[in-house]
């Protein structure tokens, strides 16, 4: 059974950072590309960013590129989401997918964390 577990949320200035992190159990990790993506209250699921099996491919969406560095550690099944320069436009939950791809589309991903709320206030 697959799990994703998302944590590091929370509630920060403009102007911050916070570290996302999402841990993965019931899979071979180093073998899925691993997306973040967030939802704001009435919006669609938004691309955040993806990162290969093997981290070294990346991909941002334009609207965060610049201020989120991801990573990943497959020793510990887990991949991270650093995030600065937060903006109240941020506030979201924020999810961790996993995929054998490097997609940008959320229907690409087989398997979903719970989410993390992330508030960013002014």
């Known amino acids: 059974q697959v799990q994703l577990v998302e944590s590091g949320g929370g509630l920060v200035q403009a102007g911050g950072s916070l570290r996302l992190s999402c841990a993965a159990s019931?899979?071979?990790?180093?073998?899925?590309?691993m997306g973040w993506f967030r939802q704001a209250p009435g919006k669609d699921r938004e691309f955040v960013g993806t990162?290969?099996?093997?981290?070294?491919?990346?991909s941002y969406a334009d609207s965060v590129k610049g201020r989120c560095t991801l990573s990943r550690d497959n020793a510990k099944n887990t991949v991270y989401l650093q995030m600065n320069s937060l903006k109240p436009e941020d506030t979201a939950v924020y999810y961790c997918?996993?995929?054998?791809?490097?997609?940008?589309?959320?229907?690409?991903?087989?398997?979903w964390g719970q989410g993390t709320q992330v508030t960013v206030s002014s």
């Open positions: 990162i290969s099996g093997g981290g070294a491919l990346k």
């Open positions: 019931g899979l071979t990790f180093s073998s899925y590309a």
């Open positions: 997918a996993a995929d054998r791809g490097l997609g940008r589309s959320a229907r690409e991903y087989d398997y």
